[in-house]
């Protein structure tokens, strides 16, 4: 995969123009690339490569279309998660009864397009060798199956796990996490435990797994079945978001009732002036702003470090079939960083997209007085990314700030509006517009940079 001239390319292998010649032209591919489960994805002629200048030797270049905003599974809700698993599933079930299959399982094969899962990995379709077994199982287990339990069974949050964990989590590490009673859910015994007995008598030997199932006449109806249990089971799996202070922020706190109408009015005030092409809406809540963005923008992503906000805003969008607003779990205090080899397989989140747009609403005193950054640094910040900012400031007199402050020692002086107006002024920001909310305490700047 790489990016030529802002377009996504994939060069192929011979083997692999071989493998994409032949899966391309299956009705399954043909009808789930239609409907926009699979990337669409189109065969440049070698002219047009030439053309193009695109560096290497290849025996053939795929172009893709471009997902507007590349995430991770660490940033996912648990049914963003679910969804990306149930995707697999079902392209791996249509793939293998047209005897193709996929050669991993990894949920980076994923991205979303709003709340749309999309498979993107089109590198993996190859053909199914009779009697092979499904080599990615493990793959899956570790990567979606476990961590959508631990979420379901334990209230284990997902992001944290993957993150850490970029390759997954092992059986044994899953069982570990685990009462005794657990062992009688569902898929905790089948899809555990057994493999986890796999692992410690396959661990020290140098026999061929995948040739032993072979030789051994693992046949396609075995991987069907098996495919058909995991959808039934990752179907009914469920997590119930708990009650936070953040699940009924607008519609229960007084001063955020009563500015309200003045704030959204604000907000898509800002929008009209010019369509975007990417809005971030940072400590997005259940997504109200989003949305508002989202009517005059080509795409919006939500960020919120809650995850019961994320996941509930995802089932949402997800249930209107959305496709330009993005919900992500990303905690700015402590944001995904790069990772993978030499950085680079995983990316800032800063190095995936410019926006154009950013809302900073009811955000600032969190980072400030919650976080202990300071006021100049998150200035610094938001100047950092060249795009204009709708930024919400609550005074020290605001009751979330005094709720902040109630126990700690105010070491704050620099917290005040005044302040905050130099250091915007100071870091290339001009103040375009700006507006106090009926509340009194709070105070919207619409900031352009220069």
Sequence with gaps: MLIWQSKVYRALSSQAVTDWKRVCRQPFFLRL???????????????????????????GVLQHVRIPFVSYPYEWSFSMLRAAALLHLEILTEAIQAGTILKDASPYNVQFHGARPVFIDIGSFV?????EPWIGYRQFCEMMLFPLLLQAYRRIDIQPVLRANLDGISAREFLRSLSWRDMLRPGVFTHGWVQSVLERTSGDSHENTAEALKSSG?????????????????????????????????????????????????????????????????????GHFSRIAACNAEYVVAMDQDHGCVERLYRQLASEGSTNILPLCIDLLNPSPAQGWRGRERVRLEERGQPNLVLCLGLIHHLVIAGNIPLPEVVDWLASL??????????????????????????????????????????????????DLPSGERTLLYLIPQ
């Design 218 to 286: 693992f046949g396609r109806q075995l991987i069907l079945n098996n495919l058909a249990r995991l959808t039934t089971l990752i179907r009914r799996l469920n997590w119930k978001p708990p009650q936070t202070q953040w699940t009924d922020y607008r519609h229960e706190l007084p001063h955020v009732v009563a500015d309200a109408a003045a704030k959204s009015g604000f907000v898509q005030s800002v929008c009209l002036t010019g369509r975007r092409q990417l809005v971030w809406d940072l400590g997005c809540n259940d």
């Design 386 to 435: 060249n795009a204009e900012v709708v930024l919400e400031f609550p005074s020290k007199l605001d009751p979330m700030v005094q709720g902040l402050l109630r126990n700690k020692r105010d070491q704050y002086e620099d917290y005040s509006l005044p302040f905050l107006e130099a250091t915007l002024l100071k870091a290339g920001f001009q103040i375009r517009e700006r507006t």
């Design 33 to 59: 690339s239609t409907q926009g489960s699979i990337i669409q994805t189109d065969e440049l002629a070698g002219d047009r490569v030439r053309e193009l200048g695109i560096p290497g030797t290849w025996s």
């Design 127 to 131: 053909a199914l060798t009779p009697g």
